[in-house]
């Protein structure tokens, strides 16, 4: 079975540094992973995904995520916070069968 | 530009009334999934569909009901509803059921159950 953990429900950071959201899974085949944002009542949009090409993956709007397979672990990073990325933020693992499985989310907040 | 669409918006319903809610997408995607979301607990799958007349159980299924007749739809329905099921609740299609496929996400529909 799959899962994935969101180590942190809440991250804070000040515009201009550096934003990191954790992220591990665990899934019994080659895993696909996907990052999606959430802007407060909306609808979500994906940000970048991993399906077993190059393991450092750029995304939209600046982001990108490394997966690493020894660590099972998929963080997003940017390197710079601007305010608009204050939002929440979904990892999702699927295997090559179909579902894909949330993790909880991390909200981002960005200080100004 | 192709799109989903969820309706209604946001509905207030009583404890033990049918409830549908409808997703229509024009991606033409095979795949169709709905989920709710709940504080804490990330989106969880409730049902899902690989094409007409197909439909599939999800993590969360029970109180729930699906059916798709056509590519385009995918109506959720509450056959009885509980105060457990306020909720938003999100539709998505994705092209293929590899499991590699961007799932793309309606606006959601927020429901309140009293």
């Known amino acids: 079975a799959q899962s994935v953990t969101q180590l942190d429900s809440h991250v804070s950071v000040s515009e201009g540094t550096p934003v990191l959201l954790r992220c591990n899974y665990s899934?019994?085949?080659?895993?696909?992973l996907f990052w999606y944002v959430q802007h407060p009542n909306k609808g979500l949009q994906l940000l970048l995904k991993?399906?077993?090409?190059?393991?450092l993956v750029k995304g939209i709007n600046g982001f990108e995520a490394e997966f690493k397979k020894s660590e099972t672990s998929f963080h997003l990073t940017k390197p710079s916070a601007h305010m608009s990325d204050a939002a929440e933020y979904f990892c999702?693992?699927?295997?090559?069968?179909?579902?894909?499985?949330f993790g909880p989310g991390t909200r981002l907040s960005v200080l100004p | 530009d192709a799109e989903i669409t969820q309706s209604p918006r946001h509905k207030i319903t009583e404890t033990g009334r049918q409830v549908t809610l409808a997703c229509h997408q024009t991606?033409?995607?095979?795949?169709m999934f709905w989920y709710r979301q709940d504080l804490g607990h990330g989106l969880r799958l409730i049902h899902y569909s690989y094409g007409v007349q197909d439909t599939n159980k999800g993590e969360v299924s029970d109180g729930y009901s699906v059916s798709r007749s056509n590519t385009e739809d995918l109506p959720l329905t509450l056959e009885s509803a509980a105060s457990s099921q306020t909720s938003v609740y999100f539709c998505a299609t994705a092209r293929t059921s590899g499991g590699t496929d961007t799932q793309y996400f309606g606006p959601g529909t927020r429901l309140t159950v009293l």
């Open positions: 991606w033409n995607h095979n795949n």
């Open positions: 991993y399906t077993s090409a190059a393991t």
């Open positions: 999702v693992v699927s295997d090559h069968g179909q579902n894909f499985v």
């Open positions: 899934s019994s085949y080659s895993p696909s």
